[in-house]
């Protein structure tokens, strides 16, 4: 095992959430970060976008505006997510690190393994989904939300979705995303993202555990769950390098409307890249 670095922010906007997230990223690339788990929550509330989803169909903006809640376009893939009471974790690593194997899949399944070590550590009997048939009820193709999508090695409780997660990777890097739901507001999910599928086949930690868990309880049995999986983990900061490609990232990529509002097209991806050489 390699000796991974722990990463544990605060609460932030959700353009500095994800410029520090690919920042670290690229620092990867140059062999300056090592790999890395990071914790971070958001505020004000966000709505995620998946990489390529389309801005004005993905979530009703006028409701966003009316709640006070940000929208981000994210770096990785995957569907809609609206941030408020989670915690909030990111992955970055080489993309053919000892730790997470060389594929998608099975980089998913590792990580995956992690955070079913983290709940049980709250006391959650989890799984972690290998295939459709395991929902009660299969929900609609290309729904916009992202717990109503369906991803394999995601951790569920008796069918019911628990943790939604994202990745983008390349022939160099990974960075992998994931909501941990604290508590959901579904009548708000339904005003930004439209009618759920029949049984809402997923569930917060509040439903699983019959009580609100604190962040700090969640952060602890998650972060005690990596370590299990992939050995010890170094508290630190980010570096001087890494707060300075952040800094730029978020005023010139994460914070743009341009980017938020306008799926990427070829050509413009290079752009991230770019940004911070």
């Not at 906007?13 to 920042?23: F, L, R, T």
């Not at 459709?132 to 369906?150: D, I, M, N, T, V």
């Not at 439903?207 to 309880?217: C, I, N, Q, T």
Request: include cysteine; charge should be negative; glycine fraction near 10%.
């Amino acid at each position: 095992m390699t000796e991974w670095r722990l990463i544990e922010d605060g609460v932030a906007a959700g353009s500095w959430n994800m410029a520090v997230d690919e920042a670290l990223r690229r620092r990867v690339i140059y062999g300056t970060s090592t790999p890395c788990l990071r914790f971070f929550c958001w505020s004000p509330p966000a709505v995620s976008l998946g990489y390529h989803q389309n801005t004005c169909t993905a979530v009703d903006l006028s409701v966003c505006r009316e709640k006070g809640i940000s929208v981000v376009r994210r770096p990785t893939g995957g569907q809609a997510v609206l941030h408020a009471t989670e915690l909030t974790y990111s992955v970055t690593a080489p993309s053919r690190h000892p730790d997470l194997g060389g594929d998608l899949l099975t980089s998913y399944s590792q990580i995956g393994q992690g955070l079913a070590a983290g709940c049980r550590h709250l006391g959650l009997n989890v799984d972690i989904r290998l295939g459709q048939e395991s929902y009660r009820h299969p929900p609609r193709s290309g729904h916009p939300y992202c717990f109503q999508a369906l991803a394999p090695f995601e951790i569920e409780i008796d069918g019911w979705k628990l943790i939604g997660s994202a990745q983008r990777r390349d022939s160099k890097t990974l960075l992998q995303h994931g909501s941990i739901p604290l508590r959901l507001d579904r009548e708000l999910l339904v005003q930004l993202f439209g009618h759920m599928d029949e049984g809402y086949q997923f569930i917060d930690l509040e439903e699983a555990l019959g009580y609100l868990p604190s962040l700090d309880v969640v952060r602890s049995a998650i972060r005690a769950g990596f370590a299990e999986c992939f050995g010890a983990m170094s508290p630190l900061a980010l570096t001087a390098e890494e707060q300075h490609d952040a800094i730029k990232l978020q005023a010139e990529l994460f914070g743009s409307a341009e980017w938020t509002m306008n799926p990427p097209v070829t050509g413009q991806a290079s752009k991230i890249a770019d940004l911070i050489r």
